[in-house]
Every structure is written in structure tokens, then in C-alpha cells.
């Protein structure tokens, strides 16, 4: 059974940055692909970004919303992922889940792929 524990989130002010990190234990064959994502009160959990390797190249993928700000990475020694997250907006403001899927098709896919969950870690950005 996979196990995700998300860490890192917090309060800071419009234009700060935190970063969280998310340690995947577990059968490595089902969380070949860890993604973030963020819901927000009242709003749809949305993907925020994404990532896998394989043999040669690390591939990352971002929301529309995100990009250019956030950075996700993966530290495969540690099975952690990180999601470093700058200029950051009220917008931001959200629960942050890690998530983990079997397969990487490509870009972030959709919610319903991902079967392993964390428990979440919030992100509040005040003005």
C-alpha cells in the first residue's frame, strides 16, 4: 500500500515562497508518477504539477496557473517529491495534496487516475 505524507505548507505573505514535500513509501511500481494537486473552499480539486522519470529523462508537467512559479522535483534517494513554490498569490491559497499513479501517459491526467493520497498540508497566502 502506498503512503504519502505531505509537509511544508503554511502562512505567508502575498509574493513569499514555501516549499513542500511529499515522502512516498511503498510499492514503487504504483507511485511511478507523483503529482500535487490543490482544492481551494468551494472550488474543484484542481492538478497543480507532476512529474516521473524514466531510465534517461525527468519529465514535469504544471497547470496553466502555476507556471512560470512553481517548481516540482523528486529526490528518487529519498523517495520524496517537492513542489517549491514562488510569487506566491491569494489565489494559491488551498489544502495541498500529493497523489501518486501507476502510469505516466503524459501530461497531469485526471483525478480518478490517481489512487494514493495524502493527508494534505495547507497553504495560506494573505495580502
Known amino acids: 500500500q502506498v503512503q504519502l505524507v505531505e509537509s511544508g505548507g503554511g502562512s505567508v505573505q502575498v509574493g513569499g515562497s514555501l516549499r513542500l514535500s511529499c515522502v512516498a513509501s511503498g510499492p514503487r511500481v504504483v507511485r511511478n508518477c507523483l503529482a500535487w494537486f490543490r482544492q481551494a473552499p468551494g472550488k474543484e480539486r484542481e492538478a497543480v504539477a507532476g512529474?516521473?522519470?524514466?531510465?534517461?529523462?525527468?519529465?514535469?508537467h504544471y497547470g496553466d496557473s502555476v507556471k512560470g512559479r512553481f517548481t516540482v522535483s523528486q529526490d528518487n534517494g529519498k523517495n520524496t517529491v517537492y513542489l517549491q513554490m514562488n510569487s506566491l498569490k491569494p489565489e494559491d491559497t488551498a489544502m495541498y495534496y500529493c497523489?501518486?499513479?501507476?502510469?505516466?501517459?503524459?501530461?497531469?491526467?485526471?483525478?480518478?487516475?490517481?489512487?494514493?493520497w495524502g493527508q494534505g498540508t495547507q497553504v495560506t497566502v494573505s495580502s
Open positions: 497523489a501518486a499513479r501507476a502510469f505516466c501517459p503524459g501530461g497531469l491526467g485526471s483525478i480518478r487516475e490517481y489512487a494514493a
Open positions: 512529474i516521473h522519470s524514466d531510465r534517461v529523462n525527468t519529465y514535469a
